[in-house]
Every structure is written in structure tokens, then in C-alpha cells.
T-cell receptor
Framework: EAGVTQFPSHSVIEKGQTVTLRCDPI?????LYWYRRVMGKEIKFLLH????????ESGMPNNRFLAERTGGTYSTLKVQPAELEDSGVYFC????????????FGPGTRLTVL | GQQLNQSPQSMFIQEGEDVSMNCTSSSIFNTWLWYKQDPGEGPVLLIA?????ELTSNGRLTAQFGITRKDSFLNISASIPSDVGIYFC????????????FGTGTRLQVTL
């Protein structure tokens, strides 16, 4: 069974540009999460989808970030316009059950904003 | 918001030594999790703890859920080179659904 996949693995953009990150969860997992780790700091929760609905978006930094999950399969996270402080590693995770079940993480997308 | 203090920040040990790291929180968690991240990979779950006082082992790894529900530790016995990586604790509180709160990580280096 394929794990969580993320694309691209790395992205280097200039301040003010737009970037879209993609996450493909494990097949059959209704729950999809986005997290971010800024260098040297903790991994921070951004938001949680249940199928195509946003269950919790309390961690989204500001309105420059837009997450979508049309059709309840893959998800995209768009940053527009990107700022320097958006640099970091963006992780996606998925799970079957939001309660006790494990969240399986993807390899992450390393975003560098110059 | 909830914060997790994880220590130590980094460790340099020799192969065969035992390792201990811990996390403390200002808030109560219902679940404690320990993850390991290898370079270029995402975090992988090592141990999950669901009850206060619970002590769980996974091979050379042992973790405990503190009785106050505000702390947890992870021990690695007889370390080997492949133990190198970043270890994260994470907590989940029922009131926040399935959102995980992570510690800052412990970077482990193992020398031969």
C-alpha cells in the first residue's frame, strides 16, 4: 500500500510569488492534516480535513494560506503571496480514524522563500 | 495555546549507550505519541500511549505516559547507528479533536 505522498519535495520561490503544495493521502483515509515545521522549532498543526470538509483550520497562519480538498481525495495548500517567514517544511498526514488511530506522515515539502 | 517542552534539544552518544528524553506540558493530554524523523522523511510513529501511568515498549524503545498527564519520557536502550534522527513527542487532547501538538524535537547522534 502506498504511503502519503507530497509534491514537490522542494520549492524555492521569491517573496511575493505563489506556490501550491500537493498531498495525496493513503487511499481510503478520510482524514487529512497539514502541518508545518519552521527550522529548529516544533511541528505545528495547520488544518484538518474530513473528506472534503475543513474540520479544524485553527492553525492556519493567515489568509495568504488556502487549503482545498476537492472530491475528498488529494489536497492542495496554496501560499499567495509568499513571505520570508513562510519558509519551512510542510508535512501532510492522513488517518482513517481521527480518534485513536495513527496519523501517517508524508515526506514533506521543503519551501524556501527568498 | 498548548505547548510542549522537549529536552534535551540534542544528544551525542556512543553506540551501545542508553538514551532518555522527555516532554512536559502546561496542559493535560489524553494521548502521548513519540515519533522519529529520518533525514528527508516524514515523522514515523514509534509508540502511542493512551492511559496515564501506561508504560509501553517497542523493541529497544520504552515510553511512559506520566500520571499527571502532563509529561512523557522515551528511553532507547543499547543505541545503534540507525537510531540517528530527530525524535518528537506529540500530545493530543480530546477537546481539540485529532490535532497533534508537537515538541521541538531531540536530535540524536550516535558515534561508533
Amino acid at each position: 500500500e502506498a504511503g502519503v505522498t507530497q509534491f514537490p519535495s522542494h520549492s524555492v520561490i521569491e517573496k511575493g510569488q505563489t506556490v501550491t503544495l500537493r498531498c495525496d493521502p493513503i487511499s481510503g483515509h478520510d482524514n487529512l492534516y497539514w502541518y508545518r515545521r519552521v527550522m529548529g522549532k516544533e511541528i505545528k498543526f495547520l488544518l484538518h480535513f474530513v473528506k472534503e470538509s475543513k474540520q479544524d483550520e485553527s492553525g492556519m497562519p493567515n489568509n495568504r494560506f488556502l487549503a482545498e480538498r476537492t472530491g475528498g481525495t488529494y489536497s492542495t495548500l496554496k501560499v499567495q503571496p509568499a513571505e520570508l517567514e513562510d519558509s519551512g517544511v510542510y508535512f501532510c498526514a492522513s488517518s482513517q480514524d481521527p480518534g485513536l488511530d495513527t496519523q501517517y506522515f508524508g515526506p514533506g515539502t521543503r519551501l524556501t522563500v527568498l | 495555546g498548548q505547548q510542549l517542552n522537549q529536552s534535551p534539544q540534542s544528544m551525542f552518544i556512543q553506540e551501545g549507550e542508553d538514551v532518555s528524553m522527555n516532554c512536559t506540558s502546561s496542559s493535560i493530554f489524553n494521548t502521548w505519541l513519540w515519533y522519529k524523523q529520518d533525514p528527508g522523511e516524514g515523522p514515523v510513529l514509534l509508540i502511542a500511549l493512551y492511559k496515564a501511568g501506561e508504560l509501553t515498549s517497542n523493541g529497544r524503545l520504552t515510553a511512559q505516559f506520566g500520571i499527571t498527564r502532563k509529561d512523557s519520557f522515551l528511553n532507547i536502550s543499547a543505541s545503534i547507528p540507525s537510531d540517528v534522527g530527530i525524535y518528537f513527542c506529540a500530545g493530543r487532547y480530546t477537546g481539540t479533536a485529532s490535532k497533534l501538538t508537537f515538541g521541538t524535537g531531540t536530535r540524536l547522534q550516535v558515534t561508533l
